[in-house]
T-cell receptor, first 114, second 114 residues
Framework: AQSVTQPDIHITVSEGASLELRCNYS??????LFWYVQSPGQGLQLLLK??????LVQGIKGFEAEFKRSQSSFNLRKPSVHWSDAAEYFC????????????FGTGTRLTIIP | DSGVTQTPKHLITATGQRVTLRCSPR?????VYWYQQSLDQGLQFLIQ???????AKGNILERFSAQQFPDLHSELNLSSLELGDSALYFC?????????????FGPGTRLTVL
């Protein structure tokens, strides 16, 4: 069965600093990989997704993520965070076969300090 | 605003009761997904409908059921409610039946079971 781990429950960074949120997955093949963001009181919004090809994926709001097969990772990065990036971030893995669907990580809460 | 609407925003009820959550997908979207977000279980996929037909099932309890109507809105019915059913229930929609397509999430319905 597929699974995804987000080892950091809460991260605090200063506005303007760089950001990296970690995501590790477990799956028998190369999965589909997603990053979602959830702002307070809002639903989830897709930031980016990886299916195949170039392992560096560009998303919305200046985010990018890199798929590393050898490390089973799909870390999310942003070179300079803004106060509006404060939110909860979810990594998700999707299976490629049959009835496999999305499995979400437990999320990382991002706090931005001035 | 994702274009997905969910009603009601909040629902407070008692154990043993039955409630219905409603979702209207984005205009033109044929798929509706239901998710449950709780402190215990995190974010879990419950069920997907595509153009009126059930497409995929996730971790949905037998006490829960859903349907999608000809106008493509969907309802999630929760019965014999237990304290542990208290959660945020999200609906998402996409234009095709493939879960890998971008899913647009509604703001959620917060259910509190007392």
């Amino acid at each position: 069965a597929q699974s995804v781990t987000q080892p950091d429950i809460h991260i605090t960074v200063s506005e303007g600093a760089s950001l990296e949120l970690r995501c590790n997955y477990s799956y028998g093949a190369t999965p589909y990989l997603f990053w979602y963001v959830q702002s307070p009181g809002q639903g989830l919004q897709l930031l980016l997704k990886y299916f195949s090809g170039d392992t560096l994926v560009q998303g919305i709001k200046g985010f990018e993520a890199e798929f590393k097969r050898s490390q089973s990772s799909f870390n999310l990065r942003k070179p300079s965070v803004h106060w509006s990036d404060a939110a909860e971030y979810f990594c998700a893995v999707g299976g490629r076969f049959g009835n496999e669907k999305l499995t979400f990580g437990t999320g990382t809460r991002l706090t931005i300090i001035p | 605003d994702s274009g997905v609407t969910q009603t009601p925003k909040h629902l407070i009820t008692a154990t043993g009761q039955r409630v219905t959550l409603r979702c209207s997908p984005r205009s033109g979207d044929l798929s509706v997904y239901w998710y449950q977000q709780s402190l215990d279980q995190g974010l879990q996929f419950l069920i997907q409908y595509y153009n009126g037909e059930e497409r995929a099932k996730g971790n949905i309890l037998e006490r829960f059921s859903a349907q999608q109507f000809p106008d493509l809105h969907s309802e999630l019915n929760l019965s014999s409610l237990e304290l542990g059913d208290s959660a945020l229930y999200f609906c998402a929609s996409s234009d095709s039946g493939e879960y890998t397509d971008t899913q647009y999430f509604g703001p959620g319905t917060r259910l509190t079971v007392l």
